[in-house]
């Protein structure tokens, strides 16, 4: 099949990265899975073949012949090409079924299917992020990269992840680098000024933090600065105005060094009474009303398991493990370790922040790195990164000489195939007590994952 051929499909179902799957006959006789960006589970389409991802036949709706069940208009002018929402055009309940699918799907291969609880809902399916970045395209659109592409820009007029107002400050950018003469990166060349728009918000506080990065600050003229100054003077909803530099070619949207225009050099997030400050660079849950729900699912169960030592492995800044020794009575001591150095010294901030700075302890260095004699845990939670927990993780606290045996472990999973692959090994020592699914991402084809082990009496 050359690209450019047009296809009758009817869409039956979605792939790993949500795209609508269907069978079409590729030629005579011969048929073949292709997978259709935005489309929907029951729609009847006229199709192009435009290009491949690894061995996936990737097509593009030309024509939608009849609608399937769980479609309906989306809200948003991007979405159908803007890679932030790639579900837009479904039903929430047909989006968070499709979801609870594939995590049926996956725990079922591990025996586990009747221990998946039923997904807690997301509380609100629009403007829900507090946390968006937005990158500068190499023909000067600032927005979200298409759907499957790394170097074609939606130049995003509103946008309904984030809270209200991300338009208004992508539009004052981009007239601010039209006055400036300020040039819009290439990411393929590695050439240009403006690199990114990042904004921050503090969803309880309701400050917003505008960060835009540049790969050269010192190209900036102090007129450039002054008048982004004045332009953000008359929009009180930016509370923290920063330039950040980030002169690696590769394509990163956080900053190696700030200078602060206006404002603090961090927000201040409340969730569930608990106060946390926020780096530009730290990593915070992105859905603040519903990192609260994933903080009550945890806090839950370290209260269940009469935790007395905490360990918090990927702790960021502090998110369970600051929460927990504020709201559990019980805990004698939480410790906390993560990667990010900045992160670390914004967990002990945040720990004095909430009272707490007695019983917990951060650490910084690689997971994969702690002196795990050092540590004393009966729960541990585990919250890595999309990638995963590292190997050497699960060998040591798995191996029989392990120097911590925690009774519980939680782990916080943003990408549950990574399940697949990990919880095997776990099951030598543990049980799984429950897997409790919650909508943090609505739109995408993402969802958390909460897991209980607890470890087997004879093991
Ligand atoms: C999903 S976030 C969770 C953070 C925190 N638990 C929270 O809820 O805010 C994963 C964290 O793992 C950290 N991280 C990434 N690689 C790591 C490693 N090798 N060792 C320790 N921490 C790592 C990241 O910096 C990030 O803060």
């Known amino acids: 099949m050359k690209f450019g051929h047009k296809l009758q499909v009817k869409i039956d179902g979605y792939d790993k990265k949500g795209r609508g799957?269907?069978?079409a006959e590729i030629a005579p006789g011969i048929e073949r899975d292709i997978a259709v960006p935005?489309?929907?589970?029951?729609?009847?389409?006229?199709?192009?073949?435009?290009?491949?991802?690894?061995?996936v036949k990737i097509c593009e709706i030309d024509k939608i012949q009849k609608a399937g069940a769980d479609r309906v208009e989306p809200v948003c002018e991007h979405a159908g090409k803007c890679g932030g929402c790639i579900w837009q055009h479904l039903r929430y309940e047909a989006q968070t079924a499709e979801k609870m699918r594939g995590v049926r799907e996956l725990f079922a291969k591990l025996d586990l299917e009747d221990k998946v609880l039923d997904a807690i809902p997301a509380v609100e399916t629009l403007y829900y992020r507090n946390r968006m970045d937005y990158a500068v395209g190499w023909n000067g659109e600032i927005g979200l990269k298409e759907t499957g592409s790394w170097n074609r820009y939606v130049d995003v007029?509103?946008?309904?992840?984030?809270q209200p107002g991300a338009g208004e400050i992508l539009q004052i950018v981009r007239e601010w680098m039209l006055k400036h003469d300020l040039q819009p990166w290439d990411v393929k060349f590695h050439s240009g000024d403006v690199r990114y728009v990042v904004i921050r918000d503090g969803v309880a506080t309701g400050e917003r933090m505008v960060?835009?990065?540049?790969?050269?600050?010192?190209r900036l003229s102090n007129e450039a600065k002054q008048s982004l100054k004045n332009a953000v003077g008359t929009n009180p909803m930016w509370s923290s105005l920063l330039i950040g530099e980030q002169p690696k070619p590769?394509?990163?949207?956080?900053?190696?060094?700030?200078?602060?225009?206006?404002?603090?050099?961090?927000?201040?997030?409340?969730?569930?009474?608990?106060?946390?400050?926020?780096?530009?660079?730290?990593?915070?849950?992105?859905?603040?009303?519903?990192?609260?729900?994933l903080q009550d699912v945890v806090l839950s169960a370290?209260?269940?398991a009469k935790t007395k030592k905490l360990l918090d492995l990927y702790c960021g800044l502090g998110f369970f493990g600051i929460a927990a020794a504020k709201k559990i009575g019980e805990i004698e001591e939480v410790i906390g370790y993560e990667l990010d150095e900045e992160a670390i010294k914004l967990a002990s901030q945040n720990m004095n922040l909430n009272g707490v700075g007695e019983r917990c302890r951060f650490f910084s260095g690689p997971a994969e790195a702690l002196e795990w004699k050092d540590v004393e845990a009966d729960t541990l939670i585990l919250d890595p990164p999309r990638s995963g927990l590292h190997h050497k993780v699960i060998k040591t606290l798995l191996s029989e000489d392990s120097p911590i045996y925690p009774q519980t472990i939680i782990y916080v999973s943003c990408n549950y195939h990574r399940l697949e692959h990990e919880l095997p090994s776990f099951m030598e020592h543990y049980e799984i007590e429950s897997i409790q699914p919650l909508d943090l991402f609505p739109q995408t084809r993402h969802i958390e994952t909460v897991t209980t082990l607890k470890r087997k009496a004879d093991s």
Do not use: W
């Not at 935005?38 to 061995?55: N, P, T, Y």
């Not at 960060?211 to 010192?218: E, G, H, P, R």
């Open 21 to 23: 799957l269907a069978k």
């Open 38 to 55: 935005h489309s929907a589970k029951g729609d009847e389409l006229e199709c192009v073949f435009i290009k491949r991802d690894h061995a």
């Open 157 to 162: 007029k509103e946008c309904h992840l984030l």
């Open 211 to 218: 960060i835009i990065v540049v790969a050269d600050a010192s």
């Open 250 to 293: 590769a394509d990163l949207s956080y900053a190696e060094s700030f200078e602060v225009l206006g404002g603090k050099e961090s927000i201040t997030e409340i969730v569930n009474d608990v106060t946390y400050e926020i780096h530009p660079n730290s990593f915070f849950q992105t859905n603040t009303k519903m990192a609260a729900r």
């Open 302 to 304: 370290i209260s269940d």
